[in-house]
């Protein structure tokens, strides 16, 4: 949170492709200092995290895997109750809101910084708590997940699942990781190119995202049923009438 605080005065200042630029120099910078100060951080061997204590006992491995399971699902039903409380509040209303029209927001007195800075550190805050689970479950933090290439799988996710919702988080959190693993799994070292013409299909079929794609189908699905029902009224009173005039 307080590196999100430092680096999101700086950033909250611009829009567009110039706040990705950057966030991904800022990256770049903190994985560079992660790389030299060898005897801070271990260098690109990282640092070695020992296995935490559960209520003061040490556990065997397989356990511990069982406890931090449930413990990190615990933690994302509460994460996502708390992101989606906060874009449901006048903040995340207004953090909407400066997509759409951010200088309306300045003439009702409103600071569009001020809420991009929360906004920004609350995410700082939510990576640095998934961060930290990996690395104690890993047993290990490397600088690696400073890299560039991390943002990218970020970006990655939010445009699969949908920006500007939670499940849309969620959702592209999942596939991403299933397409992942099922690529590598038969494609080797091409899972790449699979993720790519995924995120293609994605772009250009379904700019909104999986959560917007189910949307419209949930939308077709309804307009159906409104025509279907329509049509049947319409039939009945016809034959209504039809019945009522012989």
Known sequence: MIAGLLVGVFVVRYRYIFFAMFNLAFSMVLFSLLEKFIHITGGSDGLSIPRPEVVGLAMERANYEYVLYYLSLIILVLCLYGVHRFLDSPLGHTLKAIKTNETRIEYLGLSPRVVLLIAYVISAFL????????????GIATPEYAYWVRSGEFVFVAILGGTGNVFG???GSFV???????ATAYVGDTWQLTLGIVLLVIILFAPSGLVGLLDEVRGYLNRARGYDKGERRDGVKSGTKGGDGQ
């Open 169 to 171: 988080a969620l959702a």
């Open 176 to 182: 991403y990781e299933y397409i992942r693993a099922l």
């Open 127 to 138: 990576a640095g708590l998934g961060g930290a689970l990996v690395a104690v479950f890993q």
